[in-house]
């Protein structure tokens, strides 16, 4: 496949943070799920190539293990795959035969990809007849977040998933940024000044500071529940939703 093949093969753009999640009608296997179905809640989106493969069912299994870590923060997970639901069906029920897991979460038979089109989950240059390895991180308002595509050959990682979450969680709920390798517990990035009384202010506040554009500060907080009063980093750049 040439390149220009590629770029005529999709049809469809990347989905934008910031911006809405494209609005979507399915079939899952708990019956029909619309977008708007999780308004006033996260939600994850993740897509996997295809059912009965082995990467896929670990990591079935590995989502399934923390859908009640990340429902005690107020996200549920939704998967998909251009399957038809009954094969989601018979594999589910496979994979709590064969490994013991319960899969809790709703899993979309995107037959005809009309989600799949619309969330960019289709990379050609990988495989034209399966979705990649990708994850959506949807807000209560529906405002998509963040995302993460992995290749197929790549299993995900759940700890990076569940950090994902309170990192978006953190930022929200206390005005701030969360640093590299940042995991709960750790200390924060506070927005940098952008004035110069603001910045030589900076440098009396008793943060810790390597200079006035980097400072960080501890919360004395757990990772932010369900509910919680959310303001958004930095809150005069975001658009206006
Ligand atoms: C797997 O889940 O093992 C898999 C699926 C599609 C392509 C490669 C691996």
Redesign the pocket.
Known sequence: MTHSDLALDTGARLPRLNEPAPAFEAVTTHGTIRLADYEGSWLILFS???DF?????T?FAAFADIAPQLRERGAELLGLSIDSVYSHLAWVRNIEEKLGVEISFPVIADLDRKVATAYGMVMPGE?ST?TSRCVFFIDPKSVLRAMIYYP??L?RNMSEILRVIDALQTADRHGVATPANWKPGDKVIVPAPKTQEGMAQRMKEGLECVDWYLCKKSLDVEPAAKGAKETRWPASTTAAR
Not at 53 to 57: A, D, E, G, H, N
């Open positions: 996997h190539p295809a493969t082995p990467v896929c069912t990591e495989s399966e197929l050959s299993g």
